[in-house]
């Protein structure tokens, strides 16, 4: 199949990939030339305060290409429906795409079976279901977890309430001045026997590419299953999740240009066959009486209610859209983009302050700095009067900010459709604050 900027095009494309899983995906391998991809994307066409957009927040939220969209619009327009109910035309089409999707979804990160893949509405519910599932029935009083001090709070929080609630223990492995976990600190963390290891497979607030395949062996060896938070993995990094090995991988689809509202869980199937339920009520049983029910087969026993049926159709369809590009190039590219930035604003913005692993073999594409004397959000405040998006603030990483003894940093961030351009507005940007605060 040709590759199509016409989006009528893309949109028939689209749907027939929507709804089988065997058709060819609506965009075929194709060049990851930033400059060409943006015109799939139309919100980088907006204006702000009378400047192109120059959107540098992708670890937040990605944007999303006009295949995503309409693969959306398609769905409410064409053939909404609930699924797995539905013994009409409609019903049957939605079924197919949402299964679909997930069939998707699962040969993206290498699954072995498509039936482990729970949707969730991002990799925080995610991280939470296995909190609550596999967590409270397998953390008791005196076991311990280990996380690591660079966690977003996703893969934080969750834990506590459980040791909370379970007079468990929780440990950390700790970073170096520049972001790399220690992992002579880890080797002994799990002497403790831990019974869980979580940790981020790349950082959202400092980019560090954690050496996750590593650390699952380590951890393995010690007894420990492994929960890897992928919400900053997978949108930019090949991910093989029977590689890495791991136990359970999380992540969000809007990162990843899919829609908000959508993510999903990956675990083993032995291991999502014997938790328990998380959320109860519909979709998740077989049978119902008045005083127990027996519960449906996995993945559906953890997609209690009407699922968000459009949102996973278009997290299919930003799969499909990656895959054309292929992961080692949208690596490649923003590897590309971090060797740049490293060396254009250190450069060309007297005083910045960087932060995070200089080598960029251990960086994605996450950019987080300081100008001294200027707080986070007045940068982020000026830059907005040039149409520049940045994130200012504690990016859900407050212990990590608190460990680099920083009150908050300001983050640029990238994604597909970024460009050396969006650097260099960034510089210009940059000195336009210094002048502005007279720094
Ligand atoms: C590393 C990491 N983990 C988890 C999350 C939580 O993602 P979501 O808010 O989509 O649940 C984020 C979001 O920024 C993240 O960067």
Redesign the pocket.
Known sequence: MTVTTNRAEAAGAARASATDVSAAPAYAARALDPRVLRADFPILRREINGHPLVYLDS???SQKPDVVIDAVADYYREYNANVHRGIYTIGEEATAAYEAARAKVAAFINAPDHHEIVFT???????NLVSYSWGRSNIGRGDTIVLTEM?????LVPWQLLVQEKDGDLEFIPITDDGILRLDVFEVLLGLKPKLVAF??????LGTINPVRQMVEMAHAAGALVLI?G??GVPHLPVDVQELGCDFY?F?G??MLGPMGS?ALWARRELLESMPPFLAGGEMIREVHLRRSDFNDIPWKFEAGTPAVGDAIGLGMAVDYLTGLGMDAVRAHERELVVYALETLPRDVPGIELYGPLDPDLRGGVIPFNLPGIHPHDIAQVLDRFGIAVRAGH??TMPLHERLDLAATARASFSVYSTTDDVDALVRGLVEVQRVFGA
């Open positions: 670890a937040s939220t509405r991002n990799a925080t519910e995610a991280i966690e977003h709070h996703a893969n981020t497979q790349v950082s959202n607030t938070d919400a900053q999380a969000s809007h990162k993510g990016h859900c």
